[in-house]
């Protein structure tokens, strides 16, 4: 450190390679963000393939995965996501390790607020699914809440009073960036090609099989078996494909503030008055709003959902009301009807799909990663996927985690 | 922030007035008793997501509470025209997407 503290930190090794394609992979990840690098590392590191690209139209982490809030939690209330975001959480407690780089997993506790008795109820209902599932979670009163957040308003005289929460202990944040580096470094090491600044343009397709993809930069590359994890930008790449997606992209949008002393410790979430905060370790209020409610592509948020938001938070902090606001910005998100995500085969062979993650897949990425890396190997789900299949919408068979889990939007 | 032109009360409204309902020109299948599983599943679920044109259902919740439509890009969120439901959209989406 010191040596290159002398020579102007010009001289740091990189990280991962910098390799130009080959012309067949076995495997190709299309989208470069924490779930695609995740579903290359265990594909390489769990299923021992050696022939894997992850192909990505920009640089590593540089869509949703540099762009969320970073809480993660499995709190959810129907078991088949319950399995699947817990499977992710227990990865997460051994990340760091098995990455050998420091993702900054802090399990410093996720607060879900209610703000009336019906709120309550369902927060009783869902901490006691989350404990059949082995989740752990607890019902807090407004007076446990204060003692936990001592600068949130618990008084009852604010419009929506706070009565009292779901607490996940084992909940916390981690740090975004460093998931996706780490990722992308382990992956690296195992033998996997990272491929940046190479977009896919259309997905080949022979006699109803994909057979690859062609890309912008470097033309046609082969694969035997392609998965795309392109959040915001599936239905960009199933309609190459030649199929739609339950899918809506829409704009969610997040701020951070100036920073402060650390006044939170833990993250504190409302569904009720649709606002969320955490404090990060360099000292910013890291606040999350909601979605807008139609599609877009553009990454940016609307203004009203700011002064929504920016509402929600100052009545429950009415301390932050003088902080200013540092930065704003929107990712794009794969919204579906279920408010659960998509890991799936499709209509067309070898060609998979892991989107639809919508609001929260920070939270799933190893979960995600490990699951669709297993569907990719082995072509067929296993059975924390199998729930996921895209073809739900047409049996009936959703898992309807909208307003059910905690999801905010 | 959009500013809507409502085709009802023919005036340009603040985003906040109006309330997005999804994509337009949903059609109700015609012999619902006899739809399969697929056809149900992409009526309910399925949807145009286009990075580009789109047609798009809207109301105004906050002044008349009609329904209208909308044809407007989604990545630069520039709104092309709005109309009233039943009338068609003066904007081909083909032609202007490739032009």
């Known amino acids: 450190m010191i040596k290159n503290a002398l020579q102007h930190q010009e001289n740091w090794q990189r990280m991962w390679r910098n390799p130009k394609p080959k012309a067949h992979y076995d495997f190709i990840v299309v989208g470069g963000g924490g779930h695609g690098l995740a579903t290359a590392y265990y594909l390489a590191k769990v299923h021992n393939q050696s022939s894997v690209a992850v192909i990505e139209k ?44 420091n993702v ?56 929506y009073p706070v009565l009292g929460a779901s607490w996940q202990p ?59 994890v392109a959040a915001g930008n599936s239905g960009v790449l199933a309609g190459m494909a030649g199929f739609e997606l339950p899918i809506e992209s829409h704009p969610l949008q997040a701020f951070v503030s100036e920073p402060i002393k650390p006044i939170l410790d833990t993250v504190v979430m409302s569904n009720a008055v649709h606002g969320y905060m955490s404090q990060s370790d360099k000292g910013d ?71 639809g993650w919508g609001t929260g897949g920070f939270k799933a990425t190893p979960g995600s990663g490990h699951v669709f890396a297993d569907l990719l190997a082995k072509g067929k789900p296993n059975k924390l996927a199998e729930a ?13 985690e909208h307003g059910a889990a905690g999801v905010a939007h | 922030m959009f500013v809507i032109y409502c085709p009802y009360c023919e005036e340009h409204r603040e985003e906040e007035e109006f309330h997005a309902s999804g994509q337009a020109h949903l059609a109700r299948p015609l012999d619902p008793d006899n739809c399969t599983d697929k056809e149900w599943g992409d009526f309910l679920y399925f949807r145009k997501n286009p990075r580009g044109l789109h047609q798009e259902l809207w109301q105004h919740t906050a002044g008349c509470r009609k329904f209208f439509n909308i044809t407007r890009d989604t990545v630069s969120y520039k709104i092309l025209e709005t109309y009233k439901v039943g009338e068609s959209p003066k904007v081909n989406l083909e032609d202007a997407s490739h032009g």
């Not at chain 1, 817990?86 to 780089?101: F, I, P, R, T």
């Not at chain 1, 996921?388 to 309807?400: C, E, N, V």
């Open chain 1, 285 to 355: 209020l890291v606040i999350g709003a909601g979605i807008d409610g139609y599609v877009g592509y553009g990454q940016r948020g609307s203004y009203p959902v700011i002064e929504h938001t920016v509402h929600a938070i100052m009545e429950l902090f009415p301390i932050v009301s003088r902080v200013r606001m540092n930065r704003q910005w929107g990712g794009i998100v794969d919204t579906t009807p279920d408010a659960c995500p998509i890991l799936s085969a499709t209509p067309v062979e070898n060609l998979f799909f892991n989107c």
């Open chain 1, 104 to 159: 900054m997993f802090s399990q410093r506790g996720v607060m879900n607020l209610g703000h009336n008795l019906q709120d309550m109820r369902d927060i009783e209902r869902r901490v006691n699914a989350n404990r059949l599932n082995g989740i752990d979670g607890e019902v807090l009163d407004a007076q446990q809440c204060k003692e936990i957040v001592p600068i949130m308003d618990c008084s009852g005289s604010t419009r």
């Open chain 1, 388 to 400: 996921f299949t895209m073809f739900r919408f047409y049996d009936g068979a959703l898992i309807d």
């Open chain 1, 58 to 101: 920009g640089w590593l982490g540089g869509g949703n995965t540099g762009r969320n809030t970073t809480i993660v939690r499995s709190n959810y209330l129907w078991d088949e996501a319950a399995h699947l975001y817990e499977h992710a959480m227990k990865l997460w407690e051994g990340l760091s390790q098995d990455l050998n780089y």
């Open chain 1, 170 to 228: 084992r909940a916390g944040v981690a740090r975004h960036d460093a998931v996706a580096w780490g990722y992308a470094r382990g992956a690296d090491q195992l033998g996997v090609d990272i491929i940046q600044q190479c977009e896919v343009t259309d997905i080949l397709i022979e006699d109803g099989a994909a057979v690859g993809v062609d890309t912008r930069q470097h033309g046609q590359i082969k694969a035997g078996r392609i998965g795309c």
